[in-house]
C-alpha cells in the first residue's frame, strides 16, 4: 500500500484552462487530483463542478517555464505520429509547487507501468512496453506481421542447417535440459520448444508475440506427449509474466549479420527478466566475422544500376541530374547472396558478442577496429561479413556457422560494397572500422571507414595512402540471392580448406568468453580458433 501514497496526492494550483479556448481563465481556485479507483489511474483536474479525467497512462506533461505546463493526453496513434485529444494548461502559484507536481507525476507514472509485475502469466501490460518505446509502430507491425505467416515459418524450418544445428544442440545436451525450465524466447512455430520437451525439459514456456503463437499452439497440441510440458505465452518477452524463473534460455535471436531486427536485445531481456544466475544459454554467444573482399563482377554490377539516370532524353526529360544521387543510393545497400570464400583478401577479424554478459544497451551501438594485411595485389571493393553462434552445452559444444564456403543458411553472408574501391599490394596494411548504430526500424545503420596504409619504402611511418568510406541500411539490403552462383566446390577442395583464412585471434573483453574460446570445437564446419588473447 505504501507505493501508491502518491495516487492520493492533489495540487492547488493559479488557474487551468484549455488549450483551445481563447477566453481568460476562470477566477475559482482550481485543483489536480492523482488517484486510482478499482484499480484505474488518472489524473483529475477540477474547477468548481467542472471536473475533467486524463487515463495517467496516456498523458503527458510539458513544462513551458517556471510555473506554466501543459497536460496532453492521447487520443490515437497513427504510424508516423500520436494525435493528442485533449489538453489543459496549467498555471502554478510558484516554482516549488510546478516542481512538486512534476515529481510527483513523473513518480506516479512509473507506479503505472510497474504496476503490471504481478499479473498472471501470459497477461501484459497496457501501457507502451520496453519494446514499444525503441521501436516504431510501423516496424513492428510489419515484422510481427511477417513471423506471423506460416510459409516464412517454413522458410526457416527448411533451413535444415539452422535446424538440425539446434536439434542437435539440444539433444546431444540433454544433461541440461532434463528435468529443466526452459523458456523460449520468440518461439515462432514452436519447434525449439518441442526440442527442448524431447530432451526431457520440466516445463517449457513458448513466448511468442505474433499471431503465430495460435498455430504454435495448434502444433504443440497435435504432439500430445510432448504438449503437456508446454505453455504457450502469447506476448512481448518485455511484457510478460512467467510464474517461475527458467533455468535454461532457448531463442533464435539472430537476423542477417547476426544483429539485424534487433531480437538480441529481447534474448538479453528475456535473460535478465526469466533467468536463473549461471542459467544456460541456448545460443551462448555470437561472433561476427568480416574481411576486406575483391569482386569485380559485383562491383560493376551495382555501378550499372545507375546507369537508368545518365540518360539525357528520356521521353524528351534530361535525367542526369539525379544520377548521382541514385549511384550512391545503389551503393547504400548492403548485398546478401553466397559468395566464393576465395574472394577474400585478408584473413578475417571477430567481434564477440556474449549473450550470458552484454548488456542491452551495449547493442545500440557497435563499433569493431578493422586491421588487416593484404595477401594479394588487387583492388578491395568493400567489406566482406558473416556470423557463427555457439551452444555451449555442459555435453557437447556446437557451432552454427553462415560462413563462405560452409553449407548455406538463410541468412547466406552480407557485402559492404565501397562506391570507391581501393588497390593493395600483398603485404600492405588494411586499417579502418565498422561502426553499427540501431535505429527504430529495428535494424541498423552501418558506417564503414577502410584505408590503406602506406607501403614499400617509408611504410614504417605509417601514413594512410588512400581512404574510403560508405554508409550502409542493413533494413534494405539487396536480396542477389537469384544470381546464378559459379562458386562451386571442386573436388579437392574441401569447406574446411577454404576456411583456414579464417584461422584468428579475437581480442576477447571479458574472461568468460576466452574460456568459451579455449576450448576445442566439434563442429566439422565450425571457424577454427587457434589463440584467444
Avoid at 292 to 313: C, G, M, R, T, V
Avoid at 408 to 423: D, G, I, K, N
Amino acid at each position: 500500500m505504501e507505493a501508491r501514497k502518491p495516487m492520493q496526492q492533489e495540487f492547488t494550483v493559479a488557474s487551468l484552462s484549455h488549450l483551445s479556448s481563447s477566453s481568460s481563465p476562470p477566477t475559482l481556485s482550481p485543483v489536480i487530483r492523482f488517484r486510482s479507483d478499482s484499480g484505474f489511474s488518472e489524473l483529475g483536474f477540477e474547477q468548481g463542478s467542472d471536473t475533467i479525467n486524463f487515463n495517467l497512462q496516456t498523458s503527458q506533461v510539458f513544462k513551458l517555464g517556471p510555473t506554466e505546463s501543459i497536460c496532453v493526453c492521447e487520443g490515437s496513434e497513427t504510424d508516423n505520429e500520436t494525435i493528442y485529444s485533449r489538453g489543459i494548461s496549467i498555471q502554478f502559484r510558484n516554482e516549488e509547487e510546478s516542481k512538486n507536481f512534476h515529481n510527483a507525476f513523473k513518480d506516479c507514472k512509473k507506479e503505472v507501468i510497474t504496476q503490471g509485475s504481478t499479473l498472471p502469466n501470459g497477461t501484459t501490460l497496457d501501457s507502451k512496453s520496453k519494446f514499444d518505446n525503441k521501436i516504431e509502430a510501423s516496424s513492428a507491425k510489419m515484422y510481427f506481421h511477417y513471423y506471423g505467416q506460416l510459409l516464412h515459418q517454413q522458410n526457416m524450418l527448411q533451413d535444415y542447417v539452422r535446424t538440425g544445428s539446434y536439434y542437435a544442440a539440444v539433444i546431444e545436451n540433454r544433461a541440461d535440459f532434463a528435468g529443466r525450465v526452459v523458456v523460449d524466447v520468440g518461439a515462432g512455430s514452436g519447434i525449439l520448444s518441442l526440442f527442448a520437451a524431447q530432451a526431457g525439459a520440466k516445463h517449457v514456456y513458448a513466448v511468442e508475440a505474433s499471431e503465430m503463437a495460435e498455430y504454435a499452439r495448434k502444433l504443440i497440441a497435435g504432439n500430445p506427449l510432448l504438449s503437456q510440458k508446454i505453455t504457450v505465452v502469447k506476448g512481448k518477452v518485455e511484457d510478460v509474466e512467467l510464474p517461475e524463473k527458467a533455468d535454461i534460455l532457448i531463442s533464435e535471436p539472430m537476423g542477417t549479420l547476426l544483429i539485424n531486427e534487433r531480437m538480441l536485445e529481447s534474448y538479453v531481456i528475456a535473460r535478465d527478466r526469466f533467468l536463473v544466475p549461471n542459467g544456460k544459454m541456448f545460443p551462448t554467444l555470437g561472433r561476427i566475422h568480416m574481411a576486406p573482399f575483391s569482386d569485380e563482377y559485383l562491383y560493376i554490377e551495382i555501378a550499372n544500376k545507375a546507369l537508368f539516370w545518365q540518360q539525357q532524353n528520356y521521353y524528351g526529360v534530361d535525367l542526369t541530374a539525379l544520377h548521382g544521387t541514385a549511384y550512391q543510393g545503389y551503393f547504400s545497400q548492403p548485398v546478401v547472396d553466397a559468395f566464393d570464400p576465395r574472394l577474400l583478401v585478408a584473413p578475417a577479424v571477430s567481434h564477440v558478442i556474449n549473450f550470458t554478459t552484454v548488456k542491452e544497451e551495449d547493442l545500440y551501438e557497435i563499433n569493431v577496429p578493422l586491421k588487416f594485411t593484404s595477401t594479394v595485389g588487387t583492388r578491395i571493393h568493400g567489406m566482406a561479413c558473416w556470423f557463427d553462434v555457439l551452444f555451449d552445452g555442459s555435453t557437447v559444444q556446437r557451432w552454427l556457422t553462415t560462413a563462405p564456403g560452409a553449407p548455406t543458411t538463410h541468412w547466406y553472408q552480407l557485402r559492404c560494397v565501397l562506391s570507391q574501391p581501393l588497390f593493395v599490394m600483398p603485404g600492405q596494411e588494411i586499417v579502418g572500422h565498422l561502426h553499427m548504430i540501431a535505429h527504430s526500424a529495428q535494424s541498423y545503420t552501418i558506417n564503414l571507414t577502410m584505408s590503406v596504409k602506406m607501403w614499400g619504402p617509408g611504410a614504417e611511418q605509417g601514413g594512410i595512402l588512400h581512404t574510403s568510406s560508405c554508409k550502409f541500411d542493413l533494413k534494405e539490403p539487396y536480396y542477389r540471392m537469384s544470381q546464378p552462383q559459379a562458386y562451386s566446390l571442386t573436388q579437392d577442395q574441401q569447406p574446411q580448406q577454404l576456411l583456414q583464412s579464417q584461422d584468428i585471434q579475437i581480442q576477447s573483453l571479458d574472461e568468460e568468453v576466452s574460456e568459451f574460446m579455449q576450448q576445442p570445437m566439434k563442429d566439422p564446419v565450425s571457424v577454427p580458433i587457434e589463440q584467444v588473447m
